[in-house]
């Protein structure tokens, strides 16, 4: 994944203190995982249709997705308080 677009906008965590990223990320990691983790369990039990394989597959995708965008702004936030 590439943000090279997105370097030339403001980072969404600019204006708030390290304390308010921590915050944030807390937020925006909780949901993923743990939607993550309910499907990991699903998947490992058998506890599914076997049609619904395809959609748990698309929803952990979806979360590895958000996961990963998280990720990419946490390096670009960090680059960019190394470099004020």
């Known amino acids: 994944m590439s943000d090279s677009n997105a370097s030339h906008e ?4 600019a204006d708030k ?9 807390v937020y925006e990691l909780y949901a993923p995982v743990s939607a993550i983790g309910d499907e990991l369990d ?3 039990t058998g506890a ?5 394989r395809t ?3 698309a ?3 979806e979360g590895v997705d958000h996961l990963s965008r998280l990720v ?3 390096k ?3 680059a960019e308080r190394q470099q004020s």
Do not use: G, I, K, N
């Open 59 to 61: 929803q952990m995708r």
């Open 72 to 74: 990419v702004l946490l």
């Open 76 to 78: 670009r936030y960090a």
């Open 17 to 25: 203190t390290p304390d308010d990223v921590l915050q944030a990320l």
């Open 42 to 44: 699903r998947l490992s």
């Open 48 to 52: 599914f249709e076997a049609a619904d």
């Open 10 to 13: 403001p980072h969404p965590w």
């Open 55 to 57: 959609t748990l597959l």
